[in-house]
């Protein structure tokens, strides 16, 4: 059974609370009205305002996708799913966190 292809206008949020945006490429594909997501576009976070114990703030700045789709694809790149793994990480490289989402279309599944 498929999960939810993700789609230009959902939400992607930092565990923090930091607002989530995407440099989308694809052109060519829609689920319900906006362009599928790709985990090879630029997924950037800002406003988080997670810091660390101590003078440096810490905050999430990108996210790293896992687990995108196999089966479905847009010019040979993966698309991302409601099941794939979000991972926000700071300007260090340092996982923080899980991205939440949330606006996920219903209507189009893929594996």
């Known amino acids: ?46 406003a988080c305002p997670f810091t660390l114990p101590g003078p440096k703030s810490s905050p999430c700045v990108k996210v790293e ?8 694809k847009v010019e040979n790149k993966p698309v991302l799913l409601q099941t794939s793994v979000g991972l926000c990480k700071s300007a260090e490289q340092v996982v923080q966190g899980t991205a939440i989402l ?5 209507r189009v599944k893929g594996v």
């Open 65 to 72: 996708w896992l687990a995108e789709a196999t089966r479905v």
């Open 1 to 46: 059974m498929g999960a939810a292809i993700l789609q230009l206008g959902c939400t992607i949020k930092c565990p923090h609370g930091g607002t989530g945006s995407v440099v989308n490429t694809n052109t060519r594909v829609k689920v319900d009205g906006n362009f599928a997501l790709l985990s090879t576009d630029t997924y950037t976070i800002a």
């Open 102 to 106: 949330s606006g996920v279309q219903t």
